[in-house]
């Protein structure tokens, strides 16, 4: 079922929020039960099979669990062996539904095998499922979680608002709010969760939708070897981009909104990462409960390690400016650009996810080390802030954008071509209604190369004022998280302390103009559901 | 939060009061005409918003239409035929125009036809062929359009099962979506452009959207533009033709047409569309122009195949009308007389079509083929093209092609002959 889409927003939510409700006012454990059964429903609602998929995963997970929360400290070595049977279950789950196919292809194409590739039904949200249940044993052999039971661990993986994209969450954080919740009709939390989720719905059917209908058939020209002029290619990149921004960022609002309605808070997952000066800021930005994962489970783990076994051998570590280059080669590039091929890999089963996975982490290799480099350059940090915080949002707003493209094209090879288009490569265009009306101007155009073409002037128009529009939201207006803040939207999400005139202008109160404001923006929404559409994060 | 019952009560009846606003504004305006609500001047009379909507709105305008006669074809159709001009014999009136926009495919004819007899009182038919339409081997999938599920019946004749799902969400998406409100909104404000597109309830458009860019981009640019696409047509075709053999895809379906007309009592007139002579260079230099031979021998013997009472009138020939000139690129004033481009001809020459069709002393222009008939047909073509356009010192009939054809003053040899 997706949140926006009728069935959901006007029968699936107000039943179980009027049955969460009402159960609640007599017993809390009844009201969680029904949320639990809600959020199964919720899953098979697309695929019943989905849930026959689910259950035994769940059910071995938390036997797992179970075993290395008594084992515990007695036999570490046991719990040990515990948790590696577990991740390896989880990762092997994962890789047969969502990588088998592509394992076998890629054998194929290297070594010219006869794997015949079959179509495997890839169950819903399996890789945010896969990483938290894994986040999940870790936790409990770190001792980090304890005290739990079957329907604590069933509401946790299966909570629907979080279940199919994200956040991902960890047990610790939710656990302790499922336990005191009141499970009763809140006033400030469903007009919060009101707020929040039509706002992103807004996001999603508004902004993110109509963009998808712009540049779709500029990828499938390029997957089909058509040159596009650098015109095309760059609304195709910026267009791309706009589009998994506030599809993303809606989904996120939605996610937080709709926990909201039953009393509980989720963590950041999404922070105006266009606005980030830096490759690291936007991670940092950019689906924040996958990077936390990734740091806590992957990169922390691999970096202690090398530094122990570099310490073991007498080699130097990493030490702030005055690190040698094996040791930020082996401690700092190595972890990470692993770790983003994990993140690549986690994203699609594919080379173009791989490579875009790579290339994030070569350009967070890139930052780490201007990092390690600037001061010795430039040794006054503040001055550097001020001064070249631009040029970082620029560069790094190009890199994403530019990364996107291999995010989004089908193939390398369309990649490559549109990568080439965006410098230029196959000329720049204007459609010829555009250029027969900019007079002179349009002489001075030829002169440099510009030519016309029998490309649509509207089309073209439409982009860039959605494009321009877009942009506009994205890098100057205060995001949902902000708004509310003196709500706690998320998790820590704190009001500034000295707020710009802007963020105060957007500050969402629970007043009659906001109830009216919002109450467009609903409608808006809910009337460009027509067409329906998933969240691109859905198929992670 | 003291704040919240009221945040939630204000919300929620500020919701409600203005989704009943826009249902009810959607009604009143009615952007697509599918309630049929009376057009009020200065609010409602012009429809520019059913211009990407064509089939809904016409399925609809249709069943209210009660026609003697209707138009089936697609967008040439849509343009170039008035279902109100005075040509029309007393007899034929009331005419509906179901050409759709966009309605490509033998298959959509016989579909929209089989709804305008359903609807009744049906009592003449005239079908425009594209002659493209016979040259592709692609068929569509098996899957039912929306558009499908419309229509009162399946294609075996029993009663369509999904029609009344789909009438719901007809109404539904007229009443409660971004798009009818956007639409309505602007139908009231652009009421008094005089250059407003408009869907007549005849079916019949004004032409705006060409008079419009003719306007803004002269003769030239529109023949120009369309000379390009049809290239990159033609090359399709004649890549889904090659190898071909045996009769030419869809004249089952031609085959069909005439039988449900006969059996529903419908008097039937089929029509190969006009073209402009740009269009049929292109097809013959690119060696398609067997194919055109073939479809014209082969729809004759169809015809009288099923008892010869089916006129079948051919407009495809190198005349007055579609080897007049197009302006020079520079010249953005100068109209041309008969066509819009090279696949829609204006109202004018549809006048005169329907004047030769059912009307008296017209221009000679086309041709009723028969069997009989047809090869001497195929033969004055080829020599009108003779004489209109090989040698001709005037200049050249395809504007400007980004890519070149070559030369095709000769007779192409067939690819395969017609069988």
Same mark, same amino acid.
């Given at each position: 079922?997706?949140?926006?889409?009728?069935?959901?927003?006007?029968?699936?939510?107000?039943?179980?929020?009027?049955?969460?409700?009402?159960?609640?006012?007599?017993?809390?454990?009844?009201?969680?039960?029904?949320?639990?059964?809600?959020?199964?429903?919720?899953?098979?609602?697309?695929?019943?099979?989905?849930?026959?998929?689910?259950?035994?995963?769940?059910?071995?997970?938390?036997?797992?669990?179970?075993?290395?929360?008594?084992?515990?400290?007695?036999?570490?070595?046991?719990?040990?062996?515990?948790?590696?049977?577990?991740?390896?279950?989880?990762?092997?789950?994962?890789?047969?539904?969502?990588?088998?196919?592509?394992?076998?292809?890629?054998?194929?194409?290297?070594?010219?095998?006869?794997?015949?590739?079959?179509?495997?039904?890839?169950?819903?949200?399996?890789?945010?499922?896969?990483?938290?249940?894994?986040?999940?044993?870790?936790?409990?052999?770190?001792?980090?979680?304890?005290? %739990?039971?079957?329907?604590?661990?069933?509401?946790?993986?299966?909570?629907?608002?979080?279940?199919?994209?994200?956040?991902?969450?960890?047990?610790?954080?939710?656990?302790?709010?499922?336990?005191?919740?009141?499970?009763?009709?809140?006033?400030?939390?469903?007009?919060?969760?009101?707020?929040? +989720?039509?706002?992103?719905?807004?996001?999603?059917?508004?902004?993110?939708?109509?963009?998808?209908?712009?540049?779709?058939?500029?990828?499938?020209?390029?997957?089909?070897?058509?040159?596009?002029?650098?015109?095309?290619?760059?609304?195709?990149?910026?267009?791309?981009?706009?589009?998994?921004? %506030?599809?993303?960022?809606?989904?996120?609002?939605?996610?937080?909104?709709?926990?909201?309605?039953?009393?509980?808070?989720?963590?950041?997952?999404?922070?105006?990462?266009?606005?980030?000066?830096?490759?690291?800021?936007?991670?940092?930005?950019?689906?924040?409960?996958?990077?936390?994962?990734?740091?806590?489970?992957?990169?922390?783990?691999?970096?202690?390690?090398?530094?122990?076994?570099?310490?073991?051998?007498?080699?130097?570590?990493?030490?702030?400016?005055?690190?040698?280059?094996?040791?930020?080669?082996?401690?700092?590039?190595?972890?990470?650009?692993?770790?983003?091929?994990?993140?690549?890999?986690?994203?699609?089963?594919?080379?173009?996810?791989?490579?875009?996975?790579?290339?994030?982490?070569?350009?967070?290799?890139?930052?780490?080390? *201007?990092?390690?480099?600037?001061?010795?350059? *430039?040794?006054?940090?503040?001055?550097?802030?001020?001064?070249?915080?631009?040029?970082?949002?620029?560069?790094?707003?190009?890199?994403?954008?530019?990364?996107?493209?291999?995010?989004?094209?089908?193939?390398?090879?369309?990649?490559?071509?549109? *990568?080439?288009?965006?410098?230029?490569?196959?000329?720049?265009?204007?459609?010829?209604?555009?250029?027969?009306?900019?007079?002179?101007?349009?002489?001075?155009?030829?002169?440099?190369?510009?030519? !016309?073409?029998?490309?649509?002037?509207?089309?073209?128009?439409?982009?860039?004022?959605?494009?321009?529009?877009?942009?506009?939201?994205?890098?100057?207006?205060?995001?949902?998280?902000?708004?509310?803040?003196?709500?706690?939207?998320?998790?820590?999400?704190?009001?500034?302390?000295?707020?710009?005139?802007?963020?105060?202008?957007?500050?969402?109160?629970?007043?009659?103009?906001?109830?009216?404001?919002?109450?467009?923006?609903?409608?808006?929404?809910?009337?460009?559901?027509?067409?329906?559409?998933?969240?691109?994060?859905?198929?992670? | 939060?003291?704040?919240?019952?009221?945040?939630?009560?204000?919300?929620?009846?500020?919701?409600?009061?203005?989704?009943?606003?826009?249902?009810?504004?959607?009604?009143?305006?009615?952007?697509?005409?599918? +309630?049929?609500?009376?057009?009020?001047?200065?609010?409602?009379?012009?429809?520019?918003?059913?211009?990407?909507?064509?089939?809904?709105?016409?399925?609809?305008?249709?069943?209210?239409?009660?026609?003697?006669?209707?138009?089936?074809?697609?967008?040439?159709?849509?343009?170039?035929?008035?279902?109100?001009?005075?040509?029309? !014999?007393?007899?034929?009136?009331?005419?509906?125009?179901?050409?759709?926009?966009?309605?490509?495919?033998?298959?959509?004819?016989?579909?929209?036809?089989?709804?305008?007899? %359903?609807?009744?009182?049906?009592?003449?038919?005239?079908?425009?062929?594209?002659?493209?339409?016979?040259?592709?081997?692609?068929?569509?999938?098996?899957?039912?359009?929306?558009?499908?599920?419309?229509?009162?019946?399946?294609?075996?004749?029993?009663?369509?099962?999904?029609?009344?799902?789909?009438?719901?969400?007809?109404?539904?998406?007229?009443?409660?979506?971004?798009?009818?409100?956007?639409?309505?909104?602007?139908?009231?404000?652009?009421?008094?452009?005089?250059?407003?597109?408009?869907?007549?309830?005849?079916?019949?458009?004004?032409?705006?959207?060409?008079?419009?860019? +003719?306007?803004?981009?002269?003769?030239?640019?529109?023949?120009?533009?369309?000379?390009?696409?049809?290239?990159?047509?033609?090359?399709?075709?004649?890549?889904?033709?090659?190898?071909?053999?045996?009769?030419?895809?869809?004249?089952?379906?031609?085959?069909?047409?005439?039988?449900?007309?006969?059996?529903?009592?419908?008097?039937?007139?089929?029509?190969?569309?006009?073209?402009?002579?740009?269009?049929?260079?292109?097809?013959?230099?690119?060696?398609?122009?067997?194919?055109?031979?073939?479809?014209?021998?082969?729809?004759?013997?169809?015809?009288?195949?099923?008892?010869?009472?089916?006129?079948?009138?051919?407009?495809?020939?190198?005349?007055?009308?579609?080897?007049?000139?197009?302006?020079?690129?520079?010249?953005?004033?100068?109209?041309?007389?008969?066509?819009?481009?090279?696949?829609?001809?204006?109202?004018?020459?549809?006048?005169?079509?329907?004047?030769?069709?059912?009307?008296?002393?017209?221009?000679?222009?086309?041709?009723?083929?028969?069997?009989?008939?047809?090869?001497?047909?195929?033969?004055?073509?080829?020599?009108?093209?003779?004489?209109?356009?090989?040698?001709?010192?005037?200049?050249?009939?395809?504007?400007?092609?980004?890519?070149?054809?070559?030369?095709?003053?000769?007779?192409?040899?067939?690819?395969?002959?017609?069988?």
């Amino acid at each position: 079922m997706l949140f926006n889409s009728y069935s959901f927003i006007f029968g699936f939510l107000p039943a179980v929020l009027i049955g969460f409700y009402v159960l609640g006012s007599r017993r809390r454990d009844w009201a969680l039960l029904w949320l639990t059964a809600a959020s199964l429903l919720f899953y098979a609602w697309w695929r019943p099979i989905n849930v026959l998929l689910i259950a035994p995963s769940i059910l071995i997970n938390y036997s797992l669990a179970r075993a290395l929360e008594q084992t515990g400290e007695a036999k570490p070595a046991f719990a040990r062996t515990i948790l590696i049977a577990g991740i390896v279950f989880n990762l092997c789950f994962l890789g047969y539904f969502k990588y088998l196919n592509f394992a076998e292809s890629a054998l194929n194409d290297a070594f010219g095998t006869g794997f015949v590739l079959t179509q495997l039904i890839l169950p819903l949200g399996i890789s945010f499922i896969t990483f938290q249940k894994i986040a999940f044993l870790v936790d409990v052999q770190a001792g980090r979680v304890s005290r %739990f039971s079957l329907a604590d661990y069933g509401l946790f993986v299966l909570f629907f608002p979080q279940l199919i994209a994200g956040p991902i969450v960890h047990y610790r954080e939710m656990m302790p709010q499922f336990r005191a919740v009141p499970c009763r009709y809140d006033p400030e939390n469903v007009a919060v969760g009101i707020s929040l +989720f039509f706002f992103g719905l807004a996001k999603k059917v508004i902004l993110a939708d109509p963009m998808s209908q712009l540049v779709a058939p500029l990828y499938a020209r390029a997957a089909a070897g058509g040159a596009q002029s650098m015109t095309e290619a760059w609304i195709a990149a910026l267009g791309f981009t706009l589009q998994i921004y %506030f599809d993303f960022s809606g989904y996120s609002d939605m996610a937080l909104g709709l926990a909201r309605f039953f009393g509980i808070k989720l963590p950041v997952n999404f922070n105006s990462p266009l606005q980030a000066t830096s490759i690291i800021d936007f991670w940092l930005r950019w689906h924040v409960s996958l990077t936390r994962f990734l740091t806590a489970y992957i990169y922390n783990p691999l970096t202690l390690n090398l530094t122990r076994k570099r310490l073991a051998a007498g080699k130097p570590i990493f030490g702030g400016r005055n690190t040698s280059v094996p040791a930020f080669l082996n401690l700092l590039a190595m972890p990470t650009i692993l770790t983003m091929l994990v993140s690549g890999i986690w994203h699609g089963a594919g080379y173009t996810y791989i490579l875009w996975g790579l290339l994030h982490g070569v350009l967070l290799c890139i930052n780490h080390a *201007w990092r390690l480099i600037r001061p010795r350059i *430039w040794p006054n940090a503040k001055v550097y802030s001020a001064r070249m915080a631009p040029v970082g949002f620029l560069l790094t707003f190009l890199s994403v954008v530019a990364a996107m493209v291999m995010f989004r094209a089908p193939t390398l090879s369309a990649t490559l071509m549109l *990568w080439k288009g965006m410098v230029g490569a196959y000329g720049v265009t204007l459609p010829a209604a555009v250029f027969s009306r900019l007079g002179p101007i349009a002489g001075w155009l030829s002169a440099i190369g510009v030519q !016309p073409a029998w490309t649509s002037g509207s089309l073209l128009l439409t982009a860039v004022v959605r494009i321009g529009c877009l942009l506009a939201i994205a890098l100057l207006m205060p995001n949902t998280l902000r708004m509310l803040a003196a709500f706690e939207p998320a998790i820590g999400v704190k009001p500034d302390r000295t707020p710009s005139r802007v963020a105060r202008l957007f500050t969402w109160a629970p007043d009659g103009a906001w109830a009216l404001g919002l109450a467009c923006i609903a409608l808006a929404g809910i009337l460009s559901l027509g067409q329906l559409s998933e969240f691109l994060y859905w198929q992670f | 939060m003291d704040n919240g019952h009221h945040f939630i009560r204000t919300w929620f009846v500020a919701l409600c009061a203005l989704a009943g606003l826009v249902v009810a504004l959607n009604l009143l305006v009615d952007p697509y005409d599918v +309630f049929g609500t009376r057009r009020i001047a200065g609010l409602s009379l012009l429809k520019p918003g059913a211009k990407n909507h064509a089939l809904l709105t016409k399925t609809y305008q249709e069943a209210r239409a009660h026609p003697v006669t209707v138009l089936i074809g697609s967008s040439s159709t849509h343009i170039g035929i008035d279902a109100a001009a005075p040509e029309w !014999p007393g007899p034929m009136r009331p005419v509906y125009n179901y050409g759709i926009p966009g309605g490509a495919g033998v298959s959509m004819r016989l579909d929209t036809l089989r709804e305008a007899i %359903f609807n009744g009182p049906l009592k003449n038919a005239v079908v425009f062929l594209d002659f493209q339409d016979f040259f592709s081997i692609n068929r569509p999938g098996d899957g039912r359009s929306e558009d499908d599920r419309r229509y009162h019946l399946l294609p075996d004749g029993r009663p369509n099962p999904d029609r009344a799902l789909q009438i719901a969400n007809d109404m539904f998406l007229s009443l409660a979506t971004m798009g009818s409100l956007v639409d309505s909104l602007k139908t009231i404000a652009l009421q008094r452009d005089p250059t407003l597109l408009n869907l007549a309830p005849d079916g019949s458009s004004n032409e705006a959207d060409f008079s419009n860019a +003719f306007r803004t981009d002269g003769m030239h640019d529109l023949f120009a533009q369309k000379d390009d696409y049809e290239v990159e047509r033609a090359e399709r075709l004649r890549r889904s033709m090659a190898g071909w053999q045996g009769a030419l895809p869809d004249l089952n379906v031609v085959r069909a047409i005439i039988a449900l007309a006969r059996a529903n009592h419908v008097k039937l007139t089929l029509v190969l569309t006009p073209h402009h002579a740009d269009a049929l260079e292109i097809y013959w230099r690119m060696g398609l122009w067997p194919r055109i031979e073939q479809l014209k021998t082969e729809l004759a013997g169809l015809v009288a195949e099923q008892g010869g009472d089916v006129p079948l009138w051919d407009f495809l020939n190198y005349d007055a009308f579609n080897t007049e000139g197009v302006p020079a690129a520079e010249d953005r004033r100068t109209p041309t007389q008969w066509y819009w481009e090279p696949s829609h001809f204006k109202k004018q020459l549809g006048a005169i079509v329907i004047q030769r069709m059912f009307g008296t002393d017209a221009p000679r222009f086309g041709a009723v083929l028969t069997p009989e008939n047809v090869g001497a047909v195929n033969q004055l073509v080829r020599d009108h093209r003779q004489s209109r356009v090989c040698g001709h010192e005037r200049p050249a009939l395809l504007t400007s092609l980004a890519r070149p054809l070559p030369d095709g003053c000769a007779m192409p040899a067939m690819a395969r002959g017609p069988t």
